[in-house]
């Protein structure tokens, strides 16, 4: 398979994925209210929830040794079986300590604390219930997540970031629709906990097979696990684990400071309007997440003309989609937020403007973040992360009290514009280290697109009704523009990279033969 049908059935597989998420979001949460009380149901989400937290040490770990095979590359077999069945070990460790973390909740009555719920103290039968739903998840992430992750993660440099993608695409459907079947037969926690967790374990049986035949295709054979190198990865990892936390308080965190700043309608409101952003921004990870396989190839081969490809691939999105959809977007969005929400909340463009050129900020800063990444510079990433942390949770309790919701979106476009500029500056440093360049004029006419937006939608805001249209035209016009220009700066590989991918998607076959 060609590096460019990788990256297209990567990003296939990723939209798939978030599509079925997004759906499982809007249909199964009424068929679980169906059949459980509202409180049961919470019960069941905390459950989730205190999973996801338990296993940060163990996703930061599979992350860190996922960069380290990408930087390895294909052709060091043997350091990456070597890391890879250390790994193994290490992981194994660290699910067994999940286990015991929440066996020592069980054992000790403490469930509830865990689960922060105290409404299901005075039912018994309802502790007992949570505590052997969340053993069953501990259990089947142990015999899934802790080792599947490591094992999936070590094919990437082969090429098959896409396979296993696909895969991912059948464990969320697998893992959404276990439980709610268990539900809809009328099963409590206990029973939804154990059907989720045997289909959790079921499904991986044929991963682990696919993943075993391919690893032995590639010549990653099986050696004595090293207790000192899995301890030294699992320590470089905390970084990251480190680095996950404060990304989670950045993301995640908003709603957390808002709640007493502005109150519920307030989050309500801010929760609602970013919603459409983040869904951006899981849109834009489809096509960086088959890509760093790719670009790694390429900065470790030293290609500078594939690498500007592949920098422009992500650009072009921003460029000739994201900023002229983002105004395009501005001018329909307040009668469509009305429908959605029932008019219940009320539009406000200006904090929706913010929000968008956030994730444009974001789009273009991910080149620059997937150098980084890509080659595990740790110390740089937990630096970032710790700045845009201190900016959002700073911006928004100086600013909430005097701007509400609207100077929470300043703060988190604050962070990323700074986390931009650092993830830029520290890339092109690595990369002069590598005796390659920077394209500072493709990334020019990059930021460019993001400062129409921003113009263009200050416009519509501030100017009378009438002069919206009229704001989205001149924008376009200026669009056009800057899309020539970039194009015109991009070497020809670049082009012919754009076009093999563009190719691929539906109604641009054309492009093929040009």
């Not at 009438?466 to 991009?490: E, P, Q, R, W």
Request: charged share 10%.
């Amino acid at each position: 398979m060609s590096a460019t049908n990788r990256i297209l059935s990567g990003s296939a597989a990723s939209w798939v994925r978030i599509f079925i998420s997004i759906v499982s979001q809007i249909v199964l949460v009424p068929v679980y209210l169906s059949y459980w009380p509202v409180e049961l149901y919470g019960i069941w989400l905390a459950i989730q929830a205190v999973l996801n937290i338990l296993s940060t040490l163990d996703k930061g770990f599979q992350n860190y040794l996922g960069f380290e095979f990408l930087r390895l590359g294909e052709n060091r077999r043997e350091e990456i079986a070597q890391h890879v069945w250390s790994g193994v070990w290490m992981g194994i460790t660290i699910g067994l300590l999940q286990i015991a973390i929440v066996l020592g909740f069980t054992l000790s009555g403490f469930t509830h604390v865990l689960i922060g719920e105290k409404a299901i103290l005075s039912q018994p039968t309802l502790i007992q219930d949570a505590a052997w739903a969340l053993l069953f998840s501990s259990i089947a992430w142990l015999l899934s997540g802790s080792v599947g992750g490591i094992l999936g993660r070590a094919l990437t440099p082969f090429g098959y970031y896409p396979r296993m993608s696909w895969w991912g695409v059948w464990a969320t459907i697998i893992t959404s629709a276990a439980p709610v079947i268990a539900v809809a037969s009328g099963a409590g926690l206990f029973g939804a906990g154990l059907v989720a967790a045997l289909a959790t374990v079921a499904y991986n049986i044929p991963l682990y097979a696919d993943i075993f035949r391919l690893m032995k295709k590639e010549r990653i054979g099986f050696v004595t696990s090293s207790i000192k190198l899995g301890f030294i990865d699992f320590g470089y990892s905390l970084a990251l684990s480190g680095k996950d936390l404060l990304e989670n308080a950045r993301q995640q965190g908003a709603r957390l400071i808002l709640a007493p700043l502005a109150g519920a309608a307030g989050v309500a409101a801010f929760a609602t309007m970013r919603t459409g952003a983040n869904i951006a921004l899981q849109g834009l990870g489809t096509l960086t997440n088959p890509l760093m396989p790719e670009l790694m190839r390429f900065l470790h081969q030293r290609d500078q003309q594939r690498t500007d490809a592949s920098f422009a691939t992500v650009w072009m999105i921003v460029v000739v989609v994201m900023s002229p959809g983002v105004v395009v977007f501005q001018l329909l969005a307040e009668p469509l937020f009305a429908s959605w929400t029932r008019n219940k909340i009320a539009f406000n463009p200006l904090l929706f403007a913010v929000l968008s050129l956030g994730v444009l900020v974001y789009a273009i800063a991910q080149p620059a973040i997937t150098v980084i990444r890509g080659n595990n510079l740790l110390r740089v990433q937990v630096l970032n992360s710790a700045v845009s942390a201190i900016v959002v949770v700073g911006g928004m309790v100086l600013l909430v009290p005097y701007f509400g919701i609207v100077g929470a979106g300043f703060s988190l476009l604050a962070a990323e514009i700074i986390t931009a500029f650092l993830y830029r500056q520290q890339a092109k440093k690595w990369l002069e280290s590598q005796h390659m360049a920077w394209p500072k004029k493709a990334s020019m006419l990059a930021s460019c697109s993001v400062l129409i937006a921003a113009s263009a939608m200050g416009a519509m805001i501030y100017l009378p009704t009438d002069y919206k249209t009229g704001c989205v035209a001149i924008s376009m016009v200026l669009f056009l523009i800057n899309i020539k220009a970039y194009i015109a700066s991009l070497p020809a590989v670049a082009l012919d990279k754009i076009k093999q991918i563009a190719s691929k998607l539906p109604g641009l076959g054309f492009l093929k033969n040009e």
